[in-house]
């Protein structure tokens, strides 16, 4: 996707040919920021911190981590010591762990001579795949849109969307938005309801950023608005990301998309989540009571980031001193609430028979 007219990944290997260069997504949308990282420990702290996130884009950086940790030490007991820091930074994303194991699987029986460059080789080709999935993705999705634009005889088809999951998320293109930024271009007349999401905002910082950058129509709303858009008949469909899903087809996803599920299943509306191949947990078949979710900090909540009349960009707090604050990070959606899965294989209904048809390999 472009920023100023210059195409960007979220993600790529610097000039230099070993460092990695990424876009810092906690400042976003007030400076558009790159951070070269050169360490095992700056791509981990990277990943906690969420200058990158997403799962797919959190996959990636694991990936390149581990090619900067080799740098370092190409032995064993090095690269293992990589996989369990990187493995421990992020709980709910299943994408991190399936990196790190794709990445370990290369490595393991390759001498440690060629590690270096073998890693590399690895890393790049997880990136170059993703960015063929969503772009799949896309086009699958897209002809779900055309489906909605067609019973509305070429009127408005707004959709809505909860947290990011545009190509800030992956490594472009983007998993629930790639429809979108498709239809877009091929001339459907969409908009987009972006959810604010609390408490980082990712939809009014990063969404909202994303698709105004590319000239898609789009409407900030708070979180709480959903639902009332829905029952005035100004919702023609959902469409979400996930950071994990069960094969029985549960999702997890930022906090706020059960919610919205509901009001979408209580009015009628379509309910669809957009993924990669590599965000089903085959091993999984009850999100809700098998998916771990991700407790934040505190100050997630408790403070909020803005820019000032100035200029300056400054945190302040919004919470009443000495109040205790909980911050789990994702929900699960049942399958029973989603119309379809979006992959990269096509669309399916959400049950682990549906998606084995897609992936027989896998199932």
């Known amino acids: 996707m472009k920023v100023d007219g210059t195409a960007y990944r979220s993600i790529w290997l610097s000039d230099d040919g070993w460092s990695v ?5 906690t400042v976003l949308p007030h400076r558009f920021v790159t951070v070269r990282l050169e360490t095992l420990e700056d791509a981990a702290v990277a990943i906690e911190t969420m200058q990158v996130r997403g799962a797919p884009l959190i996959g990636a950086t694991a990936a390149y981590g581990i090619c900067l940790a080799l740098r370092a030490e190409t032995t064993d007991e090095n690269l293992e010591k990589a996989c369990e820091r990187l493995a421990g930074t992020r709980p709910t994303a299943v994408n991190l762990h399936w990196a790190i ?3 370990r699987r ?12 073998a890693a590399y080789e690895r890393a790049a080709l997880i990136c170059d795949e993703d960015v063929e999935t969503n772009r799949q993705i896309g086009v699958h999705g897209l002809e779900i849109i055309k489906e ?4 509305k005889k070429g009127g408005r088809v707004n959709i809505l969307t909860h947290c990011n999951a545009g190509w800030l998320a992956t490594v472009d293109w983007g998993t629930a938005l790639a429809p979108i930024y498709m239809a877009h271009d091929d001339g459907i007349d969409v908009h987009v309801w972006v959810d604010e999401t609390r408490p980082r905002n990712q939809g009014a910082a990063l969404t909202a950023w994303e698709l105004g950058s590319h000239g898609v129509p789009h409407t900030v709303i708070v979180d709480n608005a959903g639902g009332h858009l829905m029952q005035h008949g100004k919702v023609d469909l959902c469409i979400v990301g996930t950071d994990r899903t069960a094969a029985s087809g549960d999702v997890a996803n930022k906090i706020g998309t059960y919610l919205k599920a509901l009001a979408a299943k209580d009015n009628n509306v379509p309910f669809y989540v957009a993924l990669p191949h590599s965000t089903i947990d085959w091993s999984i078949d009850d999100g809700l009571r098998e998916i771990p979710i991700e407790e934040r900090g505190p100050e997630e909540i408790t403070t909020v980031s803005g820019r000032s009349g100035e200029g300056a960009v400054d945190s302040v707090s919004i919470t009443a001193p000495g109040s205790a604050v909980a ?3 994702f929900d699960v959606t049942p399958a029973r609430l989603v119309t379809k899965l979006i992959t990269d294989r096509g669309s399916c209904p959400p049950s682990r028979e549906d998606l084995a048809v897609l992936f027989p390999e896998k199932a």
């Open 106 to 117: 290369a490595l393991e029986n390759t001498a440690p001579e060629d590690r270096v460059s």
């Open 21 to 25: 260069g990424i876009i810092d997504q």
């Open 148 to 151: 909605h634009a067609a019973r």
């Open 327 to 329: 911050n789990p990070a």
């Open 101 to 103: 194991d794709e990445m």
